[in-house]
């Protein structure tokens, strides 16, 4: 898949993966959506927005209202990479994103996925 396409995706048509994996494992709705709020900056109203909008991945990032500096802090391996090693910027912030639902699917505890 080239870079192009990648980024096109529309977080809406990824968004129910995000929360059947959450949810096959006993987790929630509204976990992923605090994740990913947490994540971005974005409330609860403007997430939702986002996603009727079918907003693909690079404008959302993109746009998002305050990206969470603490998200340098996620590390680990996604698809057989490391997070941290990730060089482009939209394709980290993505990575970045799998990694806490991963997190979240596994079971770790809410406060050490948003690293508070």
Known sequence: MTRHRIYSVTVA????????????????????????CRLTGHCQETLDNQLANDTNFEDFFAQ????????????????????????????????YLDKLIDELAKGKAMQKILRK
Not at 14 to 36: C, L, M, Q, W
């Open 13 to 36: 048509s990824v968004y129910p993966h995000y929360v059947a994996k959450a949810e096959k494992k006993g987790r929630t709705k509204s976990e992923v959506d605090e994740i990913i």
């Open 64 to 95: 998002a209202p305050q990206m969470n500096p603490a998200r340098a802090l996620v590390t680990g391996v996604i698809c057989g990479v490391r997070v941290e090693d990730i060089q482009e910027p939209t394709m980290r912030e993505i990575r």
